[in-house]
Nanobody, 116 residues
Framework: QVQLVESGGGLVQPGGSLKLSCTAS????????ARWYRQFPGKERELVAS????????NYADSVKGRFTISRDNAKKTVYLQMNLLKPEDTAVYYC?????????WGQGTQVTVSS
């Protein structure tokens, strides 16, 4: 069955870096756009970054442009989110998402906390 498993969250000081990973199984990963969302307490999930299947064209929310980089390794069925120059306002639960033709799939989420 389709599964997305995230890893890489944690506690980091302001200005620091983290790299999130999301490994997929159960479908042909390379065909599909992959996305990272984040959710602040009491808020809706917001799109952080996306990367298309095939050509791997990235796109970013304005709030993370120049600081975050999304990438993918189709052979490893994994999408990454490299987060640099982290700010306290980046603190959230981060989710990977792949919208398949049949349904929308989500990972379990990984907590990122930016605090001194």
């Amino acid at each position: 069955q389709v599964q997305l498993v995230e890893s890489g969250g944690g506690l980091v000081q302001p200005g620091g870096s983290l790299k999130l990973s999301c490994t997929a199984s159960g479908f042909v990963f390379g065909w599909y756009t992959a996305r990272w969302y984040r959710q602040f307490p009491g808020k809706e999930r917001e799109l952080v970054a996306s990367i298309t299947g095939g050509s791997g064209m990235p796109n970013y929310a304005d709030s993370v442009k120049g600081r975050f980089t999304i990438s993918r390794d189709n052979a490893k069925k994994t999408v990454y989110l490299q987060m640099n120059l982290l700010k306290p306002e980046d603190t959230a639960v981060y989710y990977c998402n792949v919208p398949l033709t049949s349904s929308d799939y989500w990972g379990q989420g990984t907590q990122v906390t930016v605090s001194s």
